[in-house]
């Protein structure tokens, strides 16, 4: 009787083994997180992409005062994804919130006057001078693409807004209710 006990004690963990690998694949593989921060100038679209990247209605986006905190669920990833409100009176606070970013989203309104651009312009070069930031990747997007008086992507990196090679993208949050790159 004891052989059979036995016999029967490794084919239990090998069969609960078999039938786990078969029938119930368990919890899935945990996505890796990653921390980003998003900046741009009131009305540059950050609140609009962010939402538009999570499902929700853009009915309902307000301009953010202050900061907001949103999880960008992605296939292979979640973007953790601080987005810092773009008034004068908030952009002096901005590099509180830099730590632990592990890249940067700069938002800007390709459809704005000459004034915010150069102010868009310098808000840029100071946070690709920032210690906690100057290492880091940056994603900077000519947003409003949609709107008439947008400029091309092009004619934003012929404005000098940054001198450095970066990797430029434009954008229409609400082009054909899409997210349009």
């Known amino acids: 009787m004891s052989d059979v006990l036995l016999k029967r004690a490794t084919f239990l963990p090998l069969s609960w083994q078999c ?13 890796p997180e990653y921390d980003l921060v ?4 009131t009305g540059s679209g950050k609140t609009s992409l962010l939402s538009k990247l999570c499902s929700e209605s853009p009915e309902n986006v307000v301009s953010t005062t202050g900061f907001s905190i ?8 979640i973007l953790n994804v601080k987005e810092l409100g773009g008034a004068d009176n908030i952009r002096k606070y901005w590099s509180r919130y830099y ?3 592990q890249g940067v989203i700069f938002v ?4 704005s006057s000459e004034d915010d651009l ?8 100071s946070a690709l001078q920032h210690p906690q930031l100057c290492t880091l990747p940056f994603l900077i997007l000519a947003n409003h693409q949609d709107k008439p008086a ?3 992507v092009q004619e934003v990196c012929l404005m000098n807004v940054t001198s450095l090679c970066l990797e430029y993208a434009g954008c229409g949050v609400f082009q054909h209710e899409t997210l349009v790159f």
């Open 38 to 41: 998003c900046i741009g100038l």
């Open 70 to 77: 949103k999880a960008v669920p992605f296939q292979n990833a």
């Open 99 to 101: 730590q632990g970013s």
């Open 108 to 111: 800007l309104d390709s459809a």
């Open 19 to 31: 039938f786990r690998a078969l029938c119930c694949k368990g919890p899935p593989p945990a996505r």
């Open 118 to 125: 150069e102010t868009a312009r310098n808000e840029l070069h």
């Open 150 to 152: 947008a400029r091309s």
